[in-house]
Structure formats: C-alpha cells, structure tokens
C-alpha cells in the first residue's frame, strides 16, 4: 500500500508539472479548450439531426440518447486526459525512446501515461457534462439513492473500462509498429459505439462489446439501469450493475497484458 500510494504522489507531481507548464499559456490554453469542446460537440449535433427527423430511435428518445451519450463521452474524455498519448505510442518504439523508458526505476506504464497531460482535452469533458445536464432535463427518471450514485459510478466505471482497453491494445506496437489504426478503430470507435443504444449494431458487433472487450459496460448497462428501460438484447438484469466489476477485472488483464509484453520487448535494436 506504502508503495502505490508513493508511485501515486510521483503521478501526481509529473502531471503537475505538465499542467503548470500549460498554464504559463493561459490564454491559449482556453482557447484550446473552448475549441476542443465546440469540435466534439459536432458528434451529438449529429445525434439531434437524426431525432430532428424521426421522434424516437427505437423506443430511446433524444432524453434517453443524449444520457447514454453523455456517460460515454464523459467516461472517455476522462480517459483520454490521462492516457491519450497512447497514441504516440508506436512512436516511441519506432524511434526507440522505450527503452530509455526501461532503464529508469519506475514501472514503465506509469511513465508512459505520466509522459504528457494535455488540458485541453478536458473540454471534451466539459461538452460531455453540458449534454448530460440537458438529458436530464428531458428524461423522467424515479430517482433513487442508487439511481443518482449510478452516474458517477459509471462514469468512473467507464474511464477505467476505456483504459484497460486503451492500454491493452497499445501493447501491439511492440510487434505491429505501424498499428495504431488498430488500437483506433477499438479505442475512437469504441467511444463512438457506445454513444447509441446497442441493439442498433450487428450481433456479431453486440457479442464483441459485451462479452470480448467490455464497451457495453460503459454507458449502455449503466443507463439501461438509470433510466429503468428494458433491455432490448435480453441480458440478465444483473448486468446493468456489472460496470464496477468489469472494470476492476478488466483492469486487471490490462496490467497482465502490459507487464507480459514489456517482459518479452527486445528493444529497437534487439
């Protein structure tokens, strides 16, 4: 425990760092960060064109849609503050500055992960938490105790799930310099997947979510909960409350994954 909460303090001062360099430029900063949440917003104007011309999809309205849209663009918003420079990763095996990374006495995914923090991803966030404050004036939702702790849980349940996922996949750089498109398609499209109700997609695509790389978990089970909806692919009910432990589980392989690829690297110049 003394040693995890030491590797969090490091976390904490190199983020710091970053973050206090970045507020040398303040107006700039915002400037990025108001431009970055006008960018992202384009995705939920996509939505609302779409509720522009049809009442409801399925039997989700524009409440429902901009809710589970909202957890799953704040979830991953999160996510990409903190390790979104994963996608320099095959970079860094490319030009060989991993290994750097493996000399020092510091597990190297917290150094990856530590190695930049741009704040202005965060106005995707704040996009995320406009949308879902104008769901909930649309939604009619019983609220309970465990209603109202769901969304945050979810939220957080979700970061963690886009994560493991994030991390996971990075580790194909080691054999696969160039597959970032890849880590992509599982990653930025996995955030986009999960802006809808699932039963919209193919089941092929529905098993891949639900029981291979856990995307359902993120916003899809949470808000089926929340909004107290049937759910359309026929799952036990049990799953609407599985987040938490998906995301410690996958959390888990996500760690094995990577400690098992950085065991067999061999270097740029192996």
Same mark, same amino acid.
């Given at each position: 425990?003394?040693?995890?909460?030491?590797?969090?303090?490091?976390?904490?001062? &190199?983020?710091?760092?970053?973050?206090?360099?970045?507020?040398? /430029? $303040?107006?700039?900063?915002?400037?990025?960060?108001?431009?970055?949440?006008?960018? #992202?917003?384009?995705?939920?104007?996509?939505?609302?064109?779409?509720?522009?011309?049809?009442?409801?999809?399925?039997?989700?309205?524009?409440?429902?849609?901009?809710?589970?849209?909202?957890?799953?663009? *704040?979830?991953?918003?999160? #996510?990409? *503050?903190?390790?979104?420079?994963?996608?320099?990763?095959?970079?860094?095996?490319?030009?060989?500055?991993?290994?750097? *990374?493996?000399?020092?006495?510091? %597990?190297?995914?917290?150094?990856?992960?530590?190695?930049?923090?741009?704040?202005?991803?965060?106005?995707?966030?704040?996009?995320?938490?406009?949308?879902?404050?104008?769901?909930? #004036?649309?939604?009619?939702?019983?609220?309970?105790?465990?209603?109202?702790?769901?969304? %945050?849980?979810?939220?957080?349940?979700?970061?963690?799930?886009?994560?493991?996922?994030?991390?996971? &996949?990075?580790?194909?750089?080691?054999?696969?310099?160039?597959?970032?498109?890849?880590?992509?398609?599982?990653?930025?499209?996995?955030?986009?997947?999960?802006?809808?109700?699932?039963?919209?997609? =193919? $089941?092929?695509?529905?098993?891949?979510?639900? @029981?291979?790389? %856990?995307?359902?978990?993120?916003?899809? @089970?949470?808000?089926? /909960?929340?909004?107290?909806?049937?759910?359309?692919?026929?799952?036990?009910? =049990?799953?609407? @409350?599985?987040?938490?432990?998906?995301?410690?589980?996958? =959390?888990?392989?996500?760690?094995?994954?990577?400690?098992?690829?950085? $065991?067999?690297?061999?270097?740029?110049?192996?």
């Amino acid at each position: 425990m003394a040693e995890v909460r030491s590797l969090a303090g490091i976390y904490v001062r &190199l983020v710091g760092a970053r973050i206090r360099s970045q507020l040398e /430029y $303040r107006v700039s900063t915002a400037l990025q960060l108001v431009g970055v949440a006008i960018l #992202t917003a384009t995705d939920f104007v996509a939505i609302a064109v779409i509720f522009a011309n049809v009442p409801e999809l399925g039997e989700w309205s524009l409440g429902e849609v901009a809710f589970l849209y909202a957890l799953a663009t *704040i979830s991953f918003a999160l #996510t990409d *503050i903190a390790i979104g420079h994963l996608d320099l990763f095959p970079q860094m095996i490319r030009e060989g500055t991993f290994d750097q *990374i493996l000399v020092r006495p510091l %597990p190297s995914l917290l150094q990856v992960v530590a190695s930049d923090f741009a704040l202005r991803r965060l106005g995707k966030a704040l996009q995320g938490l406009a949308v879902l404050a104008f769901a909930l #004036t649309l939604v009619d939702v019983d609220w309970t105790v465990g209603r109202m702790l769901a969304i %945050p849980v979810a939220i957080a349940a979700g970061a963690v799930i886009y994560a493991a996922v994030w991390i996971a &996949l990075a580790t194909v750089a080691f054999w696969i310099v160039d597959a970032i498109e890849l880590v992509n398609a599982f990653t930025y499209g996995g955030s986009f997947l999960s802006q809808y109700p699932l039963w919209i997609f =193919a $089941r092929c695509l529905r098993g891949l979510v639900v @029981f291979l790389v %856990p995307l359902a978990f993120v916003a899809y @089970f949470p808000a089926v /909960y929340v909004l107290d909806k049937d759910d359309e692919l026929g799952l036990p009910r =049990a799953f609407s @409350f599985a987040s938490p432990f998906v995301a410690v589980l996958a =959390a888990l392989v996500a760690g094995a994954v990577w400690r098992n690829a950085v $065991r067999h690297y061999r270097s740029a110049g192996g």
